[in-house]
């Protein structure tokens, strides 16, 4: 397995099998299918024959700022945190680790928990400040019962806080404490490249343009979206020249799918939702917009670039002009009082841990891969 | 039938054949489903063959309160009003008498009615302070036309006031008349309990925490959610430990069904959906959680508890205690005024009508039903 | 084809292959149905073969008045601009000609772009003041890849301004520079009628009660909504007397589709959807709201009339006096400064161009066709 020193949790290191760890090494797989393929093959179709995961998860402030993010290792908290990955079947334990001296916790969306680890107030489910504890996160497979079928937990989902600040969690979905979780059936088409994108209050992963994060591919790439809603504002997630099957997947089932194809949806508090595209596909590489269609939202700096470079990684005709066009651009300010929501000092962030550590490439290309160089890492 | 003193009308009384009473008996059948099987059979595949079902409802303001909700019985106003529950097919002539000195009406979603029964100023179709007048419903399952199939009525859906205050009811709604509305196709499965959460400006059914319905249901019992959205600002509806399929039924079709799977849904202003749960499946009994994850919402008291107890009806551990910090938890005062909504005197409800009336349980169980005795009803 | 002088381009105009004309014609075909078969049989299955459409629209400010539309003609801008109908497949080349002293684009959703027709200030695809420009639009079938289903074009989708005011084009839309766009699949069921309604800030179509548009058909016939969203807000669009299923087609694929069937949608800033409904089915004639169901909004005017005439095309009984009520209603003022939107001076557009020039018929009734006479045109 190639680790790097990117502290990002990688769909296919999260399948590799590295639980015996404990921690899930912060790496991005070379041989990610091979690996992939060895650990969906040891799973059954039996729910509770699915593997169980270990990890640790560190809740930390972030260097120079009053966010707090999760992470795989200490010293690199990231907003979103992880995005976590597995199979309907398996399931996660999560140490977390309160490194804060807030009360605070870890909430699942989509997958199976006691009240112990509800991460709710309500239920005592919470870390206090320095305190561990371990959240135990179950999923299964659809089910029949008295005749009709029952969800099962495959999805685009979430986690976040649900305790610091209110019962709630509101101050500390405020400060960062989110981030993505999908749960794949077996036989899902594996991305490239996936990318966790957090609208919360006027900002997109806790940051604002011109410093929101670059999402870059290569054209041709399958590229994963995981969209999250938080906060106290409806939103809409636009992404410019490319769309989706508004269902679970993104994808249609075959040409007479009546399912209604999107470039646009709700991202309201709480919900979450995910899709495929190939990068550029039909329209060419390019610096593609994705931002809140809420005008006051899009001017007040929810906008972002979708990089999509040639296929051997390197910068189409237009893009770096686009780019520095992005970063002149007026943007109406952020009333970060209004939105009673913590100001985000994205200039301090350069420095520390990348912001979006969910968010690299899962698979690293061969050729030329996607470089950062753009100031929001 | 096993008639019993609730101001409810359950699922099962509605489809048992009550409608030479005029009134339908705010009873829950013990036989549940043996009548609803016998009613079901006497149900003809034609929308004009469907059944004739007649009510009288009541619209009466709440003692020692300015809310007014519907009701079965005189002197027995809820909010929500009676959920009324049909077959596709099925007609409803609901007999409204008017006990206020407002004009008022009554306008349901998903069914088809003439100008006369829109329930809307615009149509003259109303109830002047004391006048009494019949609205009538028809309904129909799906049928082609020009070689496609145009939607039946079966669904999740609601009615409610469009005269009171505004040309659109929306002083109606503040007050609290609105309720759920099932329209089923055959063949669909029942559920045990039902319970109707509507999501009204900041509130639950016109109240908020610690004084929102406690839903209660046994561990394993199929229980189904009718939620609604009204007032002026949007939701979102989020479930702890459960989730359905975000379609008609809530159920999938069958494994390789790609509706999302969801626990959070909008729920916005006129908008329903439904589903159905197997309580605590997979998760355990426990207090569950539900509430708007709009966070100043549930922060301000749009929150409540799903009480899951265990098979024989007993409390699982745990729970009381989490319904004790419940009661005591802080919620930030809601500002009625900015919501432009009448306040809720939660404190004087305990004394007059259940404020849920729909919502208890369709069917009781045989061990150690669930039983009220935290505040709401 | 049966030429008349209405402003607005019919959906079998479209589709009549009036491409080699460069400006499509604004006429509505009397042979409609055959000139679009012909059309339609002219196509491929291929994308690449579909048919090339070549149209030019004119931004331009109405007169006396500081709104803008895009117009098919010179001096007949329309608010919204005219509903542009498509393929699957085909390509359309849009030659904008801005006549006005704003920088400016055409934005769409669903459909293929490069970088140069994106619309986008981010992207330098604009047009200055007196600039003329051209931008093309591809659309594509559903096609495999690594083993699934990608989405094709087909939708109802909508196109905007992305660049007057802000770097999001807030100001364009504000001032009405926005339209519907419908992508077919072949086979797709055609209407008799079609109509194009926009909720932007708290107006439809730019438009308050009692001037919103009166959407005209006669019992029976088979009618099609396209509804959008913009500015800032949230809505939901609620149609009285009808509903749809919430898919691509609003129809149902049988009896067995368990996609919800609903009455009332969110309508957010940047998304759209559209179907079908059989006019008065089961319901008959009548004046039938339409209006957000936000209830500040539609006590604010966001509520019109879908005027459904008897099938010979007379008013029903009832309906002059429901129309002299919606003019006579009183409605809550709206603060357009509130709502960072221009005023909409609705006295003044009866001397000038229809308002809503995407929405007249698509095909005339041959008896007694609608007619309007209520001032909104």
């Not at 921690?23 to 040891?42: C, H, N, T, W």
């Not at 916790?105 to 509800?118: A, F, L, Q």
């Not at 993505?180 to 994108?197: A, E």
């Not at 841990?353 to 490439?361: E, I, M, R, V």
Request: aromatic letters at 6%.
């Amino acid at each position: 397995m190639d680790k790097e020193s990117r502290p990002t949790l990688s769909r296919r290191s999260m399948l590799a099998g590295a639980a015996a760890a404990g921690v899930l090494a912060p790496a991005v797989a070379a041989s990610g299918v091979a690996a992939f393929s060895a650990a969906a093959g040891a799973e059954s179709a039996s729910a509770a024959a699915g593997a169980l995961r270990q990890i640790t998860l560190y809740a930390e402030q972030l260097k120079d700022s009053n966010l707090i993010g999760y992470a795989l290792e200490p010293g690199k908290p990231t907003i979103p945190g992880p995005l976590l990955e597995i199979y309907e079947g398996d399931t996660i334990e999560i140490e977390l680790v309160n490194t804060t001296n807030q009360r605070l916790s870890i909430h699942p969306h989509g997958v199976n928990y006691e009240t112990t680890s509800d991460g709710s107030p309500l239920n005592d489910s919470f870390n206090n400040p320095g305190e561990t504890k371990v959240y135990t996160w179950r999923t299964q497979t659809a089910y029949q019962r008295d005749g009709v079928y029952m969800p099962g937990s495959a999805g685009y989902w979430h986690y976040h806080d649900h305790a610091l600040g209110t019962d709630h969690g509101t101050g500390g979905l405020a400060r960062g404490l989110y981030g993505g979780l999908i749960v794949r059936k077996k036989g899902d088409l594996l991305p490239d490249r996936q990318y966790t994108v957090v609208f919360n209050e006027q900002s997109i992963n806790n940051l604002v343009a011109p410093n929101t994060p670059m999402l870059e591919a290569n054209k041709g790439e399958r590229v994963e979206f995981v969209c999250v809603g938080h906060g106290t504002l409806p939103h809409t997630f636009h992404l410019h020249a490319h769309r989706w099957a508004d269902n679970r997947t993104g994808h249609l089932t075959g040409p007479d799918d009546t399912t209604q194809v999107i470039d646009n949806r709700n991202l309201d508090p709480g919900s979450s939702f995910g899709f495929q595209v190939i990068a550029g596909e039909a329209v060419g590489a390019g610096a593609w917009m994705y931002h809140c269609h809420v005008q006051s939202h899009s001017d007040a700096g929810m906008s972002g670039i979708f990089l999509v470079r040639n296929p051997d990684g390197s910068l189409p005709d237009g893009a770096q002009a686009a780019i520095d066009r992005f970063h002149g651009m007026p943007m109406g300010g952020m009333d970060m009082k209004a939105m009673n929501m913590s100001p985000v000092p994205t200039g301090v962030h350069d420095g520390i841990a990348p912001l979006a550590p969910g968010n690299p490439s899962a698979k690293k290309s061969k050729n030329s891969p996607p470089a950062a160089g753009h100031g929001h890492k």
